[in-house]
């Protein structure tokens, strides 16, 4: 993928208009109410995982509609706490995975708390939550087009609403400093950290690598790649969709939640990216703060030759060091 | 696709064993039962379609769990009957359509029971029926793999059902002949359609092109074509679970139903089919009738230079034929 | 394919510079001369096609240099007219079919003329026809660089000339009011209706779909997709002989054509069409009606998130109302 | 391309049972009186081609139908011969291409005559030769389907007499020593030189690299590459004239005609060669011969890691070798 | 990829005939004695990672010639040892990496050196060892055909080598127990393991995932995938040196050097790897331990569904509970 | 590909500004001193290719460091000159070849001396000549990463060397007029060509087709195609190292030394290449003779339809009466 999108200086200026629905705030305070109905019942169980550095606990929750979400929790072997503590979402088609392929941030020192997908973890990565909350209606293979005549019933409501969740649940548990809680993810993990940003106040901070979610309406004519593709998909055979299915979309666009959010940032964006098109990535990231967009403390790392892989293990040295920096300068 | 399965010659007699579960016939009896309890509740409206020559109705009727099915009901304009029935099931990924997409079998002088996919219609062909049985565990995009730990909680134990509904719903309308209905399909469809033939008795006739759904263990280790790779797909994450897969699927096997069947059979298979593996319809084709395989009124039409198109318009000829000769030996 | 063409708002004010060549006008009322030298000389034999609602006739006449073109007529059973008629010419690769591959007219009440393609009919729906009329010379595979080096050798000469015979044909039939003729077509058939548009008076409308055969010089630049790439796969090796293979084009290029219609139209374009570049087809549209081009009753349908095959059921949904509406109005 | 036919060894013996049509003989012997009523015909032009060591020609003959055919003629500057000559047929879509693209021969010391495609140099080499024996009848894109349906109007058969009287002429020129005529191609040439050693008597080698046109029922079953693939797409759609067309075929396929040829022979193979599967070459370099083929002169170069590019330069230090020594030998 | 290779009953007694080269054996004692004449000279250097449950040192040391291999040591964090360790070896086109990158071992309570790939590290994950030793010859890009003309300079007589000393260099540290060290690596990283087990005695197990490096005449007749397919592009061009390429291979084949074997291993296959097809690591999987090989302690794991991604997080559960169980037995 | 890069009216005028490292004639100046230190050490042999009309020399010469480059000389057979030379150096991946695989320039009356290229020739042409320079750092397949972390490292400094000592070797032989040479090559070798032309005066002049190596920096923004892809490969892993290797490729851009060259020059650019983007050719083209580039006598040629297959044959007959009017007009 050679370097499709615009040029570095136009994309460090890129800030199109946002394109809020009517009544965007009350549909999300609305979603959290609904949410807060459900009390999180969080049930905990030692996970003999092998490893001797690190423990491990399988975490379940009830997040959106009360449904079971399933979780790990990573820790040093026997820490006590209360330590900072990451909460990671995971990329598009994967989920919670097997406890020991993810242990940078239990090494590191931190609680990690990894959530599963509902309805997803066929890929890469197992995932063993379901996605109850789907009324069955017809929608093309994948997520995105899940409920997509309706902001109520669209499938990113739900996985946000987990995400919130998931921030309550780490904020509740005994090793957890509460007031030190990172979101973190890539791609879809990464897009979901933003909108938990624009939804959960007093976050330590949020780390979004290469995030999918954001610009919807700018995503589908930029690139033919999955998933974004699943909306075209779809739409090219529901023809009188259209403006319809948009209208959804805008309400969960990540660009638009990142508009409320105001804790401190790192983002990534890889410029050869083409999942998740480097602009759309810089329109959440520019509008990061809204109103206080260019107060915010955030950066945003530019890998020049990478696709959609990212920063890989040089991301995660940058996010060590931030990470680091945020916990010292509590 | 160049010829990459079994040569004509072994196709002709290739009857792999069958794979039954125990208890097969059982499931299906219970299944039957269950549908038995929720009633079909048909309701039908004229659909404006600005034909002049075919009258169109929009059926709906209730299915598997009384889960609402949509279907359009052609006949030739002002045709009081009682006439002879096409029930015609759609392939993968389509839906019902738009009424006008499917005029041959109206217009030959047949009412015609055109029937939606639940959960489907995401592409050439749109569709309104929702899946809501599925538990919405995880699953790769697809349908394959909805349930596909449990024969009782798979997608296609669902859609059976409501086929078998279809041919009582078709069978109940003043229009047609209740002794005189057909089931047919392409694809998914035509693998619909010998399902139903292995569990509804006294079908005038079963008309399946290039039938999907047949010998699972086999088609996945020849095609890596969709929709069976979903299968694979999802066994790639999950490995632990290849066994108890395969043992769902081989409850929903259109070679194990079609050993149950008895109506007059009209198959198609292409040589060059990348989808459907032509020795995967050979199976099912050879072991349609089961012990009684060698007496049952059946042919098959081999097309020699095509791929999953089949013998289209080619195919409809040799179709409109042979249903004629059923419909005059009566 | 993302939406890589020009955006709507750019695409519906597209309206780039004619580029008529030298003697245009004097050139098709010459070939158009030249068809007349040949009489029509129209053969129609009854077709037992196994429909009852519809009656079929396979119907021979002679075309371009008196070569035999077939055509299937199709109407309402028993239907002794007058009737509006639709004469439709097929897309790339295609012919005639097999008569039960086109209901939808017929259904609807309309006399209905399936008109061959000289030396086409490989491919999805088969043909007989053949185009004698090719002096035999080095030619890329397929029809577009046939006489590439001379405007009267040119391919799409001849068969614009079959199609406007066939406009004559339909007119002469007894079913058929000859004020009431349609030229339709989709791809291919919809550049061939646009060019009959340009040629032939009188019509009672055009609809013409996703337009192949439109601004040449353009579309080759934007396209790599068949069948516009056989220009460039002739040219690559026939360096020499770029400039007069573009004058020849320019002949047949139905944005010319269609700056000479006056009739109503209806077209559509598909925004994510790789196929036919949306901004060739918008080239098409707006020069629709040449200079009073801002008066020609017209109208187009732009599909979102299609590629070439446009808007299918939709679309005919559209074109149903649409003739409906225009025959009313007579 | 993996080694996905069959292993050397079975290669080597492979002699498919020859699928001789009736009258098969008689249809060549009348080609070849056919072709006999058009006189030759030969006119020669200096090309100025700007070179110093080799002299080249523009030589146009009579073909098939009296057809013009292009040709050019190299020989060392100044050589009055009589000299050895080899008589080129070129690669599918090439034609004769400009004089200096093929100077090996001529530097060598022969006689050398490329002889231009009928109807084809569309790619890498442009040809000037006009293919009218063609009737226009609907053909896929591509040379195969041009007379599919009668092997008297079956493209090979044209190009065939083409060549035998390729031959003809060379063996006219003052230059050219009529008895130390050599037939050579590669690809299309190959098949071509193969079906002139089983026509013309008394030529002094063939030298057949990587034949195309060879067992053609089988070659469409192992490939589906380009150009075999045009038989296939052709009956995809023409579905009732699969045995008819490879009736045609049978009469054009060298590996018949090889089994009536007795000059020495050297041909080339490759075992990765997914355009003209290995087996189909060992068919007919295995029949060469007929019922003496196991006493004819002739060797086959295996190359073992080459797809349809054979030898190249390889080869070429072969047959420079072999050719001097059959001169040699005389 | 479909199951292309064998059935899996064939597989598991797949044992091809041993192409032993002349003097094999004795080849690989000179490469071991050659190496022994450059002193290891081991420097190591804290490597700050910004973890707190694990260490990391930066290792280097003199692999073969002398030449400097880098390596990480990461244990757990102040564990004194003596641990058992893993030695690992990396896939192809990688490197070491970053050190957070491979945290499992380290987190299961061993020691881990991971050693870096000489001139490799060019994908997902970076490298800084050089490979001075190559002679510069022409060679396809990759490490293949570095030296394909004699075993002596083939690069992975260098790379093989590099890894025995890297089990003396982990043998040598203060925190590992030198009776307790373990060869592991994934694709060429298992095929140098299998390697290293056939060339160091003493070791308390091999785990060698989807090994590469196997069975090179099959493995290039049966994928056309990178990297075996160097071995073809260069072979397609050098043509006369087929045989001594293989020969040369014959010396690095890992399935030779496994029969050689004899510490008790732990191989995993997948059914679908189209990189390393099956029965190539059945070859060396069946051949294993030689003479005594259905004496030998080894396992297989097959995953079914899995491509070269094999078994993944699930291998890994495989490989610390089987570890866990030899350390425990000792 | 479609026409993917500016406009041709945009690209005639093309000239980004240079980024000339600093010292970067230095840089130059210090590589010649350096390769001056090594004698040109000259050996010919007789080469027995079975030609007639062309004499052959295998030619060996010192390159870079004294590494021994080979070469083919190829003269009218019994010329004893002294005659113009061309000096051709050849395309990436490929060598010097067979002698008989280029005869053009020898056939119309010139000497051709064609240079291996050292370390490559994998493909289509083999080579002889080795890399020994190459310190064996890690580096992507392929040679553009060959020591991309210093320009005194990097493989093309080398190869530039030995392309200067190539004209050097010319000069010195008998058969050849020192005052009549002239660079020439395709692709890799027209950005040698072109380098050449900035490192040597007294050109006769340049030839340069297609030319590679030129605007590194935009070429890869441009273009997914290899062999410019190799830099794209190597940082995205090697994250860090993005401005150093860039400036890496500042020093052997051949649009730099393209403007320190003034010989006549004849350069062709297609534009439709994807491998080597038309404006980095017109880049170099336009900044041809640097300040003075609007005197410098210069033709560029465009070939509209054309990939990077270029001008070809008619590309060769531009050179033919170009090269000859050179030769003419001294």
């Known amino acids: 993928m050679s370097a499709y999108d615009l040029p570095l200086e136009e994309l460090r200026a890129f800030r199109p208009p946002l394109r809020l629905p009517d009544g965007f705030d009350d549909f999300w305070q609305r979603t959290l109410d609904e949410l807060a109905q459900h009390p999180a019942d969080v049930r905990r169980t030692p996970e003999p995982a092998g490893l001797t550095t690190v423990d491990v606990d399988d975490v379940r929750f009830a997040g959106w509609g009360g449904d079971e979400v399933a979780a790990w929790l990573l820790r040093p072997a026997g820490a006590t706490g209360p330590l900072p503590c ?18 940078l ?57 987990d995400a919130v969740r998931a921030v309550e649940v780490a904020r509740s548990l005994p090793e957890v400093d509460p007031d030190a809680v990172v979101a973190h993810g890539i791609s879809q993990g990464g897009g979901v950290a933003l909108a938990v940003a624009g939804l959960v106040p007093g976050l330590l901070g949020v780390m979004a690598d290469v995030p ?19 909306v075209v998909r779809w739409l090219a055979s529901h023809r009188d969709d259209v403006e319809r299915a948009f209208l959804t979309l805008d309400h969960v666009d990540a660009v638009h939640l990142a508009s ?28 990061y ?5 260019d107060e915010v403390d955030k950066q945003v790392r530019v890998w020049w030759g990478n696709g959609h892989e990212g920063g890989g293990g040089h991301q995660q040295r940058e996010q060590l060091a931030w990470l680091a920096g945020r916990v010292a300068a509590r």
């Open 212 to 230: 999918f979610l954001c610009a919807f309406r700018r995503a589908v004519d930029l690139t033919d790649a999955e998933p974004y593709a699943e």
């Open 289 to 293: 703060g809204g109103d206080r967009a």
């Open 105 to 161: 941030w239990s090494s590191a020192g931190y609680a990690h708390l990894v959530v599963d997908t509902r309805g997803q973890g066929w890929a890469w990565t197992t995932g063993v939550t379901a996605d109850p909350g789907h009324d069955g209606g017809p929608a093309a293979p994948g997520m995105l087009t899940r409920g997509l005549h309706d902001p109520h019933e669209h499938y990113y409501r739900r996985l946000y609403a």
């Open 260 to 287: 409320r959010a105001s804790a401190p940032a790192l983002v990534s964006v890889a410029l050869r990216d083409e999942v998740c098109p480097p602009s759309t990535v810089f329109a959440a990231y520019n509008h």
């Open 86 to 103: 990451v909460v990671e979402f995971v990329g598009y088609s994967g989920g919670r995975g097997l406890p020991w392929e993810r242990l």
